[in-house]
């Protein structure tokens, strides 16, 4: 130890001694444990081949892949659909496979599904447990590409297929078909379902496929039921795919559309051009012509439509004959473009309602492809269905129900998906946070962007929105979306972690190192699958600070904060020579301390203090240089901090000693 350092520890030892007594006084109890919040062990794993430490993918990062190519039919009147899915799997990973699985996710609407068995009586986004309706999937047959039937076990949403030999590593292929079909639920977990209008039907049309499960580093196969709160994890590939609709219908798909001569009418197949170059909304099926039979090709009992999405881990479309369509173009900051597309029916049309909806899709898809990467699909599809809102890739479904503010919110959050999820692939059935946490977080950005923030309203004060936040009857953030109580899940997948990422933007990192960080993260991961570690690290090693405190009281447990003003007394007992402020932490997340003073003469002066104040100390004092009496301290005056206690941040000169 040299001289300086000593020198130092003795001046500090010094000052106490000389600090007036109030100032020493005994700390008001607290929660706070500085070895726990400061804890270095913070990481589970050390970096590998597969994941570096710094939070990118090793130089040997593998995931597998999968190509489909689907051939489906829609019958509208038993709301039935008849398919066959292709498969071509590639084994990326350094294993030999003996058998893959298969999601099967209707089969949660069976009597029998896991999902309805613990769906409770009282009201639930995810089903009725009166419903006498019985889905799930009739799988006709499973074959090999030799067409040979290939062994496969279904247990509640899963399929196991196994192989007749083990599928090599390292790229090892092999093509499975299934042969299936399904009614569609009138309400599928408030993701997919059947919509009655005065004009017939809307289709919404998602989970309606077996689709392979990740294998991968971290868990191997992924086979986590599917329960309805927990939503996607899927690998990424090719999609082909062919719908056959009635003739009346018109089905719109999160991807290119490859016939439109032959399923729109020679009028609409125009419109549908100029809509691709117009910055302003061109209607491409009105209101009016939905009674006109000339709005649809004629002669033709059946049509099918064909779609083409590549680079994709899902694919989910839509189908009715009361669609009206519109549309506008994209503009992309490479100079490319995208069509967004709006299919509603009459009873959403009109008073700021789904009118507006292109409008939306353009302007947030533009907003997020300058802000953080570029939209990569061909199409982005808004559906007015009977659905909240639920996303897939280069399609989404929003309320019918919805207009104004409502629209625009529903709509930018569910396109802001296509960055997280579908773009960085992370695992929502596990991590629900790390796509509706990281999409609420960027929706506050878009919407004050939007039309001079035409409705953007401020999350105002942030103490009042701790008492939400950080009830000390949550759940952890870093909780599966089934583990937590649903009526929580808004709180702790969407707002608690949206507010976090806000807060390290603003207040801890500032927006320079944040926006840094965050956009590595996700042009590191983009179409791959990080985990929460990966997303910690990656901020961290791009921002350059240790957040282990951070991520431990804010994600991995539901830790509160309070900051509280204990002392003010002057220096030496003259105001002329500074004063010494006290600051306790009473609970156990800590925080930066941001205090206002202000002084007789009516100035006042801000003071920052870094959080490191906190790594060994549950009290704090230090000194401020006035040469005047002070008349007011305030902890937190911009309230932009979660401190559940905002009634001990203030000190008023009345109660001076």
Request: with cysteine.
């Amino acid at each position: 130890m040299n001289k300086l350092v000593i020198s130092n520890i003795i001046g500090a030892a010094l000052l106490m001694a000389i600090l007036p007594s109030a100032v020493q006084s005994q700390t008001i109890a607290s929660k706070y444990d500085y070895k726990e919040a400061f804890n270095p062990f913070f990481y589970t794993n050390n970096g590998n081949e597969y994941r570096s430490a710094s939070g990118m993918p090793g130089p040997n990062y593998w995931q597998n892949a999968v190509d489909y190519k689907i051939a489906a039919k829609l019958n509208d009147e038993t709301n039935e659909i008849t398919a066959t899915v292709t498969l071509e799997y590639t084994n990326n990973s350094p294993d030999e496979l003996d058998f893959i699985w298969l999601q099967l996710d209707q089969n949660m609407f069976s009597q029998d599904g896991r999902g309805h068995l613990i769906v409770p009586l009282t009201r639930s986004r995810y089903g009725d447990a009166q419903s006498d309706f019985d889905g799930g999937y009739d799988i006709e047959s499973v074959k090999f590409g030799n067409g040979n039937d290939a062994e496969h076990l279904i247990t509640d949403t899963r399929m196991q297929v196994f192989l007749p030999e083990p599928l090599r590593p390292n790229g090892g292929k092999t093509t499975i078909s299934i042969a299936y079909s399904y009614i569609v639920p009138t309400h599928g977990a408030d993701r997919t379902g059947v919509l009655e209008t005065q004009n017939g039907k809307i289709f919404a049309i998602a989970q309606w496929f077996p689709r392979v499960a990740v294998y991968d580093d971290i868990l191997g196969w992924n086979v986590q039921p599917y329960t309805g709160p927990g939503e996607f994890y899927l690998e990424y590939g090719n999609y082909e795919v062919a719908i056959t609709a009635p003739a009346n219908h018109i089905v719109v798909m999160g991807g290119e559309l490859l016939n439109p001569n032959e399923v729109y009418t020679p009028e609409q197949a125009k419109r549908l051009e100029q809509a691709k170059t117009s910055d302003k909304t061109v209607i491409i099926r009105s209101a009016e012509e939905i009674a006109q039979p000339a709005s649809r090709p004629q002669g033709k009992k059946e049509l099918t439509w064909k779609f083409r999405l590549n680079k994709s881990h899902d694919v989910a479309w839509a189908s009715s004959p009361a669609f009206i369509v519109d549309g506008a173009k994209i503009n992309l900051p490479s100079g490319a473009s995208s069509l967004a597309l709006s299919a509603y029916p009459v009873e959403s049309n009109g008073n700021n309602a789904w009118e507006r909806s292109t409008e939306y899709t353009k302007a947030a898809i533009e907003f997020y492809s300058k802000t953080l990467m570029e939209y990569p699909y061909p199409v982005a599809v808004n559906v007015a269905a009977d659905i909240g809102g639920m996303e897939y890739p280069g399609i989404v479904f929003c309320s019918f129900k919805s207009k104004g503010s409502g629209l625009w919110g529903v709509t930018d959050h569910e396109f802001g998906h296509i960055w997280f999820p579908m773009i960085v692939g992370s695992n929502e059935r596990l991590h629900a946070w790390m796509d509706e946490g990281f999409n609420t977080f960027i929706n506050d950005l878009s919407t004050e962007a939007f039309n001079g923030g035409e409705y953007y309203r401020p999350r105002g004060d942030a103490n009042r929105l701790a008492q939400a936040l950080t009830r000390p009857d949550l759940e952890p953030v870093m909780s599966t979306p089934q583990n937590m109580q649903e009526r929580n899940i808004g709180i702790l997948a969407y707002l608690k972690p949206g507010f976090g990422l806000t807060l390290l933007r603003n207040e801890i990192l500032g927006p320079e190192r944040f926006d840094r960080a965050f956009k590595a993260y996700l042009h590191r991961w983009a179409y791959k699958h990080p985990t929460p570690e990966d997303f910690f690290r990656t901020i961290e090693n791009v921002a350059g600070e240790n957040l282990n405190w951070f991520w431990r009281g804010w994600f991995k447990y539901n830790w509160r904060f309070d900051q509280a003003v204990r002392n003010v007394v002057y220096y030496d007992n003259d105001p002329s020579k500074g004063v010494l402020i006290t600051v306790d932490n009473l609970e156990k997340l800590p925080m930066p301390i941001v205090v206002d003073i202000t002084t007789k003469s009516g100035d006042t002066h801000r003071v920052k203090l870094p959080v490191e104040v906190w790594e060994r100390n549950t009290s704090w004092t230090f000194k401020y240089p006035s040469t005047e009496e002070v008349v007011a301290v305030q902890l937190d005056p911009d309230k932009v901090y979660p401190d559940h206690n905002p009634d001990n941040n203030r000190w008023e000169a009345s109660v001076i000693q």
